[in-house]
């Protein structure tokens, strides 16, 4: 199993920043791919970001040239950058880990972008 603890949400503001990052209770060296996803009120929950074991990664058109996912091996942690924030990035945010195949989630961080 893992767990994920995700940190860094909040309030931001439009053409901000804010930076999200996840804690896995294992190394993550040992998970298939990490991600970030977001689900604003009203809507499915959506890709934003992934980075597989490999290192390569995936950003949503959304969020291309303003998110940036990556990750610190030595901490088995992976974070998100946001910069450029705009309202329509206001969800929560959840961390995602496949291991084993199977889907890990984090507790969701709220953030919160205002105009």
């Known amino acids: 199993q893992v767990q994920l603890v995700e940190s860094g949400g909040g309030l931001g503001q439009a053409g901000g920043s804010l930076r999200l990052s996840c804690s896995a209770s294992r190394t993550i060296f040992s998970i298939n791919a990490m991600g970030w996803y977001r689900q604003a009120p009203g809507k499915q929950r959506e890709l934003v970001a992934q980075?597989?074991?490999?290192?390569?990664?995936i950003h949503a058109d959304s969020v291309k040239g303003r998110f940036t996912i990556s990750r610190d091996v030595a901490k088995n942690t992976v974070y998100l950058q946001m910069n450029s924030l705009k309202p329509e990035d206001t969800a929560v945010y959840y961390c995602?880990?496949?291991?084993?195949?199977?889907?890990?989630w984090g507790q969701g961080t709220q953030v919160t972008v205002s105009s």
């Open positions: 980075i597989t074991l490999g290192g390569s990664t």
């Open positions: 995602n880990a496949i291991y084993l195949a199977q889907d890990y």
